[in-house]
Each structure stands twice: as C-alpha cells, then as structure tokens.
T-cell receptor, first 116, second 111 residues
Framework: EAGVAQSPRYKIIEKRQSVAFWCNPI?????LYWYQQILGQGPKLLIQ????????DSQLPKDRFSAERLKGVDSTLKIQPAKLEDSAVYLC??????????????FGSGTRLTVV | QKEVEQNSGPLSVPEGAIASLNCTYS??????FFWYRQYSGKSPELIMS????GDKEDGRFTAQLNKASQYVSLLIRDSQPSDSATYLC???????????FGKGTTLSVSS
C-alpha cells in the first residue's frame, strides 16, 4: 500500500511569512495526526483528526497555526506568521479507525521547515 | 499530562553486543507501548509494539514491559552498525488514540 505522502520536503521562509504543508494519509485511514519535531526532541502532537473532525488540538498554537482536513482525506497545516522557534520537522501520520491504541502510526517523510 | 522519559544518550556499544534502551512513563493507565527507530534526517518507523507485561521478541529485537514499575525497554541483540539511530519510546494518551513520545535515545554501534 502507498505510504503517507507529504509535501514539500523542505521549506525555507523568513520570519513573519506564512507557510502551508500538505498530507495525504494511507488510503482508508480515518485518523490523521500532525506532529512537530524540533531537533533533538521527540515528536510533539499538534492536532489529531478523526475523519474530518478534530479530536485533539490542545497543543496547537492557535494564534498562528491552523489545520484542516476537508472530506476526511487530505490535510493541510498552516503557519501564519512564522516565528524562528517554528523551525522543525512537521510530521504527518495516519492510523486505522481504532487509532494509535491498537496499531501505532505510519509517518510520512516529513517537511523540514527553516525559519530565518 | 503524561510524560515519557528516556535517557538521551548517546549509548555506544560495539558490534555484536546487546544494546539496552530504557523508557519510563508517568501514567499508570497507559495500555499500549511502541518503539520507533529514527535514522538521521528520516521519519520515525515503527519497530515494536507491546501491550502485556513480559517480553515480546521479533528477530534481534525484544521489547520488555513492566507495568508495575511503569517501565519499558528494548533490547537489540547482535547489534549492527546499521542499528545506529535514535530510538523513540511512545505511549498511548488518555483517550488511547494518540501517542506521546519520549525524546529518544541515540544509539551508536561501532564496528
């Protein structure tokens, strides 16, 4: 089966600019996650979708970050305006309907964001 | 807020030795535990899952779980230079549908 697709792979922007990342999960996976991984740290959950509904966005900095999952398939994560501390790898993951409890995740290749 | 703790390392072992990676977690209600391997510049990949107390073996990898001590470990037998990576421990959250990750332990296997 095809894996989780993410684009772009790399992005360099100046602070205060905006950026958007795209994710296409494994076909049939109802649950989609966006994680932020800062260099030297473990992935941190930003937002979790079940189909096209938000399950958990408690750690999403909502003043600058937004995410949507229209039609319960693809998802986009947006940052506006970006700050230097947003430099990280943004990972998208998906899981079958029962979620991480049973299956764990499959991650995409990630988008490496550098804010200068 | 659940926490997952790992020694960041680096853990250095010679080729052929056993590498032991450890993880502790804060929430006694956690029920599923995972080990991910992450090569430099790559995304994490799932290598082991464990749900019950005891050992679970898969090739050269053995995951061990002790819920009473809130402790998970990963043993890698006959370590190879290709095992050099960061190993992330992950635990399910309260709702059971998302994973909380530790910071990872960097393993270096020298030939």
């Amino acid at each position: 089966e095809a894996g989780v697709a993410q684009s772009p792979r790399y992005k360099i922007i100046e602070k205060r600019q905006s950026v958007a990342f795209w994710c296409n999960p494994i076909s049939g996976h109802a649950t989609l996650y966006w994680y932020q991984q800062i260099l030297g740290q473990g992935p941190k959950l930003l937002i979790q979708f079940q189909n096209n509904g938000v399950v958990d966005d408690s750690q999403l900095p909502k003043d600058r970050f937004s995410a949507e999952r229209l039609k319960g398939v693809d998802s986009t994560l947006k940052i506006q305006p970006a700050k230097l501390e947003d430099s990280a790898v943004y990972l998208c993951a998906s899981s079958p309907g029962q979620g991480a409890y049973l299956y764990g995740y499959t991650f995409g290749s990630g988008t490496r964001l550098t804010v200068v | 807020q659940k926490e997952v703790e790992q020694n960041s390392g680096p853990l250095s072992v010679p080729e052929g030795a056993i590498a032991s990676l450890n993880c502790t977690y804060s929430d006694r209600g956690s029920q599923s535990f995972f080990w991910y391997r992450q090569y430099s510049g790559k995304s994490p990949e799932l290598i082991m899952s464990i749900y019950s107390n005891g050992d679970k073996e898969d090739g050269r990898f053995t995951a061990q779980l002790n819920k009473a001590s809130q402790y998970v470990s990963l043993l890698i037998r006959d370590s190879q230079p290709s095992d050099s990576a960061t190993y992330l421990c992950a635990v399910n959250d309260q709702a059971g549908t998302a994973l909380i990750f530790g910071k990872g332990t960097t393993l270096s296997v020298s030939s």
